[in-house]
């Protein structure tokens, strides 16, 4: 366990069905990120969020919304997706926003297959 | 483009064996870290190594720094079955506001028996 819990852990969903992905992290960190990390392709940021604020969205399409109420919660809300967008998404966290001196902590990810 | 590329993709040794990996990128660097990754999990940060170092140790683990050549390696020694992960490498681009990691595609490392 490393701190940061992501549930669920494996996810079939329709490309008409709504569903959200949940990240959680009690560490104290305030630097929140979604990546997506498909087969034989580098991680993918997604969107960084710092002190609750969106700081970056990395061109994803708008099927995905992510909403982060606290420093400590994280959802990425997923609808009509794509077979392409089956993936394992990857939710992390820092220490500081800007600064990553001190590393990221991973979740252990949802496994989304999207059928 | 992509920041940091790891070589070789697939490597395969004996356990007790020294495993290299090999990191490359492109722009400048705060700082270069490299993670590890077991099947469908999520990464796991290993070690860190600033712009300013050159080498740095964590137990079996020893990082280099080239920032002339922009590249890292990473160097497990004795190495053991449960070595076996995917390895990659990340960079942390010039700071500005909000600076984040890039990752490489990684190296598959198997430890055989």
């Known amino acids: 366990e490393t701190g940061v819990t992501q549930t669920p852990r494996h996810l079939v969903m329709g490309m008409t069905n709504k569903k959200s992905l949940k990240c959680e992290q009690h560490l104290g960190h305030n630097a929140m990120y979604w990546y997506k990390q498909s087969a034989k392709k580098p991680l993918e940021l997604m969107f960084v969020y710092n002190f609750k604020e969106q700081t970056e969205n990395n061109s994803v399409p708008s099927r995905f919304s992510p909403e982060c109420p606290n420093s400590s919660h994280l959802f990425l809300h997923l609808h009509t997706l794509q077979p392409e967008d089956s993936a394992l998404y990857l939710c992390?966290?820092?220490?500081?926003?800007?600064?990553?001196?001190?590393?990221?902590?991973f979740g252990s990810g949802t496994r989304l297959t999207v059928v | 483009s992509q920041q940091g590329e790891e070589d070789p993709q697939a490597l395969s040794i004996q356990e007790g064996e020294n495993a290299t990996m090999n990191c490359s990128y492109k722009?400048?660097?705060?700082?270069l870290q490299w993670y590890r990754q077991n099947s469908g999990r999520g990464l796991v940060h290993l070690i860190l190594?600033?712009?300013?170092?050159r080498e740095k140790h964590s137990g079996r683990l020893r990082v280099t720094l080239d920032t002339s050549k922009k590249s890292s390696s990473l160097l497990i020694t004795a190495s053991r079955a449960a070595d076996t992960a995917s390895y990659f490498c990340?960079?942390?681009?010039?700071?500005?506001?909000?600076?984040?990691?890039?990752f490489g595609e990684g190296t598959q490392l198997t430890v055989n028996p």
């Open positions: 722009t400048s660097i705060n700082n």
């Open positions: 190594i600033r712009s300013n170092e």
């Open positions: 990340a960079t942390d681009a010039h700071p500005t506001f909000g600076s984040r990691l890039t």
């Open positions: 992390a966290s820092s220490q500081v926003p800007g600064q990553t001196n001190y590393g990221y902590t």
